[in-house]
């Protein structure tokens, strides 16, 4: 296989502390040449790492999953690679172009009209103006905005502005791909759209850097896997191992999520989380459940703006990636409602005797369908667990002591009868 | 659907792919798009590697520098109401109030051209520099999302500020033309020259922009120290009063300064008089080495930005 990235000892290091992040002062830098020769070179000021050491090869026509907790050295790779930053030490080989989706939107200007806006943030992200006139109309069709295409994107709903966004970024012909969450924006069938777009740019042949926290989607997607820590490649290697290496750690995060400010809390301007755990029927916060014992996620969330029908969503996954199932809040209380401002307490019951033993993650979103579909809030791996199946013998397992293949261990009903020995087998039914 | 499984679908991808190394087998990309040597390999070296002012990238990048040029320019007239007004209207009360001021409280003798021809051809091509300067130091810090985002040469966003400010230089043109008419005055073949001067403080402002934009983005202060700079320099310039109101033993400084020499010549395109052929020599000169310094200044600190900015 050819090669389409070589990264050969790349480190990166970043200056922290002083008052400002990098910049000065003019007058702080005349007040340092007067003190600079009295003074030895540190001056407070301290290093970090960001990436160190990072060797890695990606074949043309893979499809490369990066995994990594925040300030793993992740955007800082794709940083380098993009060449917003340059290594402090090694260096990078790029067979191809490389173009990505990390930020769609980036060169938009709300002044200007689709067209316009299509012309420069394509031409800011590499692409020519040969290929854009040639693509421009497959983009405008692709987000589906035909209408508003000469309308000052400042008009635009902040769903038709990301739809133009993803739409130039995802008509690039770039041949080196890096792809962040992208998927996670628009209406359902948007998705579908982006997720189709992915699987023609794949078959194309195109090789992808595929950035994301969604497990499920790094195991469905990528063979291979990287999980960087703190700045170095812990693990590279096939996608199911590494993700559950990854989760393992994650499961730290454990079973109580708080966000106390409320700016920084996952949300917009309509609704903010405030609080996610586990919980037993006491009230009791647990990282452990009992295979047999019912539990609830608990969400606590602020409804900062009224007139909105909420529908608080759960989803769960395993360790391996796997995603179980997703529960929407259908009680009828608040149902199509919308709700006044305040702050509010959902729980969502799991019976007991329905998960397999086992890490689980759960995704919190808050979405609304009224006035419109539009998904408030999303915290992927907002909660971890732990399932636990004693062999008390009252669960699914028996006397049984083990491993049990399966996602669900559901404890279901036997039935058996006998009969006299006969001279035919005859099938019973359970 | 895993890679492999989707090359055995389409045989035809994967043979396309072993027989091209490096390129894929897109066809529309072979089609249209030119393919150069930078698509196929890019080599990002560490940021102790050697400087490079690498022309070839720029013109590579060609394209971009027309989009963001054209960006400034729509949204600044999309902005404000008053939109092209504006171009005019700024050059022509700065020459009012200076026509009132040394054409009616202060005798002063501009020589071949009427005061307010002679202020006014001064003052389009000073406030096209002053304003592409200012507008190239703040241009870096203001595109900030877009240097944390995406590569391209970091030079295009001062130059775009200086292209967008010839567009209103263009457009300031108009009333310049109007005065002249006013004035009756006689085209001569000097005006063939006007391009030359309009073309060096072109250059000189990016010289200057430049170097001011990559220290702005280190020193953030030097934001605040620029208009004095700006209006020092005016002063110091012989754009609303002739140089020949200037001392002798303070003339050298009028030859230093390369402003001096291309206002004096612009004039001398209007007026149809001699060109002084050494001032506007020793002019293009610093406003070349200004240009190339900067230049070099600027590719040097340019890896920094999207760390500092």
Known sequence: ?430 | MDLETSKAVSPKLAQATSADPVLLPDSDLSNGAEIGSRDRHTLIQSEESGLQLDLGELWYYRELLYFLTLRDIKVRYKQTVMGLAWVIIQPLTTMLIFTLVFNRFVRLDAGALPYPLFALSGLLLWLFFANAVTNSTHSLVSNANLITKVYFPRMFIPAASVGAGLVDLAVAFLLLAALCIYYGVTLTLNLLLVPLFIILMALLALGVGLLSAAMTVKYRDLRHALPFIIQLWMFASPVIYPASVVPVQWKWLLLINPIAGIIEGFRACLTGGSFAWLQVSIAAAITVTILVCSGYIFRRFEHTFADVV
């Open chain 1, 1 to 430: 296989m050819n090669t389409a990235i070589r990264i050969a000892n790349v480190s990166k290091r970043y200056r922290i502390g002083g008052l400002h992040p990098g910049y000065m002062t003019f007058r702080e830098m005349l007040g340092g040449l007067v003190t600079a020769p009295f003074k030895k070179r540190s001056n407070g000021q301290q290093t970090i790492w960001a990436l160190s050491d990072i060797n890695l090869e990606i074949g043309q026509g893979e499809l490369v999953g990066i995994i990594g907790h925040n300030g793993a050295g992740k955007s800082t790779l794709l940083k380098i690679l993009s060449r917003v930053t340059k290594p402090t030490t090694g260096e990078v080989e790029l067979f191809g172009r490389i173009g990505s989706l990390l930020e769609v939107g980036t060169g938009f200007h709300p002044d200007l009209t689709g067209r316009e806006n299509i012309y420069l943030s394509g031409a800011i992200l590499g692409m020519r103006r040969a290929e854009i006139d040639r693509k421009f109309a497959e983009i405008v069709a692709f987000s589906e905005l035909e209408k508003f295409i000469e309308t000052s994107v400042k008009w635009y709903s902040s769903g038709m502005y990301v739809r133009l966004a993803f739409s130039v970024a995802a008509h690039f012909e770039h041949e080196i791909l890096m792809m962040d969450e992208v998927l996670a924006v628009g209406d359902a069938a948007f998705q579908q759209k982006c997720l189709d777009k992915m699987h023609e740019i794949r078959q194309q042949g195109r090789t992808i850097l595929f950035v994301s926290h969604d497990m499920a989607a790094i195991t469905r997607l990528c063979k291979r896997v990287v999980l960087l820590e703190r700045g170095k490649v812990t693990f590279d290697g096939e996608a199911r191992e590494v993700v559950k290496r990854y989760l393992s750690s994650s499961l730290k995060s454990g079973a109580s999520r708080e966000w106390t400010d409320q700016q920084t809390a996952p949300g917009d301007r309509v609704v903010r989380l405030r609080r996610v755990r586990v919980r037993t029927e006491e009230g009791e916060t647990i990282a452990v459940v009992d295979i047999q014992k019912p539990f609830g996620i608990e969400l606590t969330y602020d409804v900062l703006e009224e007139g909105h029908a909420l529908v608080p969503v759960i989803e769960f996954y395993n360790q391996e990636g796997t995603e179980l199932f997703s529960t929407h809040d259908t009680s009828a209380n608040w149902r199509r409602q919308p709700r006044p401002r305040g702050t509010y307490t959902s729980t969502v019951w799991i019976p007991g005797n329905l998960l397999a033993e086992g890490s689980l993650i759960g995704n919190v979103s808050i979405m609304s369908h009224f006035p419109a579909t539009a998904l408030h809030a999303h915290e992927p791996n907002a909660v971890a667990f732990q399932v636990v199946d004693s062999p008390s013998g009252d669960s699914a397992r028996g006397d049984y002591v083990g491993p049990m293949p399966g996602v669900i261990r559901p404890l279901l009903k036997w039935a058996t009868e006998t009969n006299d020995i006969a001279a035919s087998f005859k099938q019973e039914d359970r």
